[in-house]
């Protein structure tokens, strides 16, 4: 079974930094994807990379700001936050495709088969 698992959230005020790690019991996925949901709205891709180029997009809202990395012997990935915002308060998910070949999407929640449980990130004023 694969089960994403996220750590490194918690609690900043606006213009700090905070990393994401996630790993997926061991899936080697062919991408990894971020995204977050503040409460009452809808989840939002915030950032993807794909693990043989490590080709990267991120949302327009976080781009400058936030950085994606992978480490792909672990494998695991990472989501520096820096520059923190009010806004960018919410719940962090990672997810991972099934198995398929290259080229596939990253950035829907459709290209998702695989979610993490969530890691919050709060940021006050």
């Known amino acids: 079974q694969v089960q994403p698992v996220e750590s490194g959230g918690g609690s900043v005020q606006a213009g700090g930094s905070l990393r994401l790690s996630c790993a997926a019991s061991?899936?080697?996925?062919?991408?990894w994807g971020w995204f977050r949901q503040a409460p009452g709205t809808v989840r939002e891709w915030v950032a993807h990379?794909?693990?043989?180029?490590?080709?990267?997009r991120y949302a327009d809202s976080v781009k400058a700001r936030f950085t994606i990395s992978r480490d792909n012997a672990k494998p695991m990935v990472y989501l520096q936050m820096n520059d923190l915002k009010p806004d960018d308060t919410g719940t962090y998910y990672c997810?991972?495709?099934?198995?398929?070949?290259?080229?596939?999407?990253?950035?829907?929640?459709?290209?998702?088969?695989?979610w993490g449980q969530g890691t919050q990130v709060t940021v006050s004023s």
């Open positions: 997810a991972v495709p099934a198995l398929r070949g290259y080229g596939g999407g990253c950035s829907l929640i459709s290209d998702f088969t695989y």
């Open positions: 990379i794909y693990t043989h180029t490590g080709s990267t």
């Open positions: 061991g899936y080697s996925p062919d991408c």
